[in-house]
């Protein structure tokens, strides 16, 4: 099994309820299962669990993109889960 870093929090930000705290725990939560899938191809449940947290953060990261494209850009390029626009 490949290792993957995950995010850490820092102890600064304590609001466990907040949308970059929640997002930054589907992240570890994407991570851990892709490299799961990698060793288990046809475990489809889990493939079925990874859509649903993925589509979870896809509502998330869109809410939070409406209401704040600051917070929303300095989560994206903290968690590099985005290709960066290139016009």
């Known amino acids: 099994m490949v290792k993957t ?4 929090v820092s102890s600064e930000e304590e609001n466990r309820g907040s949308v970059e705290f929640q997002v930054i725990g589907f992240t570890n ?3 851990k299962l892709t490299s799961h899938l990698e060793l288990h191809r046809k ?3 889990s493939q079925r669990g990874l859509r649903k947290i993925l589509g979870k953060r896809q509502r998330l990261l869109s809410y939070l993109s ?3 494209k600051i917070r929303y850009k300095e989560l ?3 968690l590099n889960i985005r290709e960066p626009k290139t016009r």
């Open 43 to 45: 475990d489809y449940l």
């Open 66 to 68: 409406k209401k704040n």
């Open 5 to 8: 870093p995950f995010i850490s």
């Open 76 to 78: 994206i390029n903290q």
């Open 29 to 31: 939560k994407i991570r």
